[in-house]
């Protein structure tokens, strides 16, 4: 089985600064899918980023980016020019191309410093 | 177009009641799924449905938990005999379909309380 180790479970970062969110998984697949959600203290769970392991390029969504490493199994959440609003907990999660379900880490609370 | 709605929202029952949770997920999408989140922790798959049909439900912790899709649209998760234990946060999500990068769409999540 799958799983997803995020293993800070607090960060915090000075507003306008960037800080970087750590996350393996484990998986004998080659095809699958890693995706960040944020959750914040709202708790609706609201997609940030997505990454497809077939695909080399790192994904980018504006301030939010990742550090894809397929042979190393590591998919790391980088997040530049920190705003107060990006203070949630953010969860890692994987998806197999054949099973559907997604297998989340425990989560990492970020803290925005003003 | 409405996104994922789940009811209610907070339910507080006693131990050894019978709940029920309501999901209606995005209109069109193919896949509902259901997690379980307790608090601190990331949501645990519970089971999903691709239309009508159950696909998987090895994430049902006992036979208590049961869920169903019966016209391919509105789920609903049903708890019998609730236990303090079951206390946590559920969330339903649909996806377009099951295969590919399709963002599986979160609802609000109900939160259930056993006293």
């Known amino acids: 089985a799958q799983t997803v180790t995020q293993s800070q479970p607090e960060m915090s970062v000075q507003e306008a600064e960037t800080v970087t969110l750590s996350c393996t998984y484990d998986?004998?697949?080659?095809?699958?899918?890693l995706f960040w959600y944020k959750q914040p203290p709202s708790r609706q769970m609201i997609l940030v980023i997505r990454?497809?392991?077939?695909?080399?390029q790192n994904a980018t969504e504006n301030r939010f980016s990742v550090n894809f490493q397929k042979a190393a199994k590591s998919f790391s959440l980088k997040i530049s020019d920190s705003q107060l609003g990006d203070a949630a907990m953010y969860f890692c999660?994987?998806?197999?191309?054949?099973?559907?379900?997604?297998?989340f880490g425990k989560g990492t609370r970020l803290s925005v410093i003003a | 177009g409405a996104g994922v709605s789940q009811s209610p929202r907070y339910k507080v029952t006693k131990r050894g009641q019978d709940v029920a949770l309501r999901c209606d997920p995005i209109?069109?999408?193919?896949?509902l799924y259901w997690y379980r989140q307790a608090l601190g922790q990331g949501p645990e798959f519970l089971t999903y449905f691709n239309y009508e049909a159950q696909q998987d439900k090895s994430g049902l912790p006992n036979d208590r938990f049961s869920a169903e899709r019966p016209e391919g649209s509105i789920s609903t998760l049903t708890i019998q005999r609730t236990e303090q234990r079951d206390s946590a946060m559920y969330r339903c999500?649909?996806?377009?379909?099951?295969?590919?990068?399709?963002?599986?769409?979160f609802g609000p999540g109900t939160r259930l309380t056993v006293t």
């Open positions: 999500a649909s996806s377009l379909d099951d295969r590919g990068p399709y963002e599986q769409y």
């Open positions: 990454q497809e392991a077939y695909k080399q």
């Open positions: 998986t004998s697949e080659s095809d699958y899918y």
């Open positions: 999660a994987y998806r197999s191309e054949g099973n559907t379900p997604l297998v």
């Open positions: 209109s069109g999408h193919v896949s």
